[in-house]
């Protein structure tokens, strides 16, 4: 059965950026390790949300494993969506991707501080046919 957090992340993912700000502290920390980037507090995650949504308007995650503790946790994750925009050389207008991968958390007070996404950059290069 889903904890209460990774079904907040799933709403929060299928578009509700209110509902993922407040499974957040405001000094938190977010990184997608496949890309190496990197971003800070509540204005980070509203750009990796914006982010997110320019590319793929029908984003949306679902969640497998989880481990959720008092401190920590990590879930298994799998993203789908319509990719729209340049990825390595070549224009997208709707080319679907589903990528799987795991986010690693630590906790405090309830709310993540540091959020860490784990995945193979490879599969989406391979999937959106990158040069």
Known sequence: MPSQLTTDLAR??????DCLIAQYAEDCTFEDKA??????GHA???EVF???FGMMPDF???????????????????????F????GGKVHAGTPVEISGVSFMTFRAGKIVTNCDYWNVKTIEQQLGAS
Do not use: K, P
């Open 12 to 17: 929060a993912w299928a578009g509700d950026l």
């Open 60 to 82: 949306r995650v679902t969640y497998g494993h989880e481990v959720i503790g008092a401190d920590c946790g990590a879930a298994e994750w799998i993203f789908t969506g319509s």
């Open 44 to 46: 980070g995650l509203r």
């Open 84 to 87: 729209h925009g340049e990825f």
């Open 50 to 52: 914006a982010f997110t």
């Open 35 to 40: 890309f190496g980037i990197v971003h800070h």
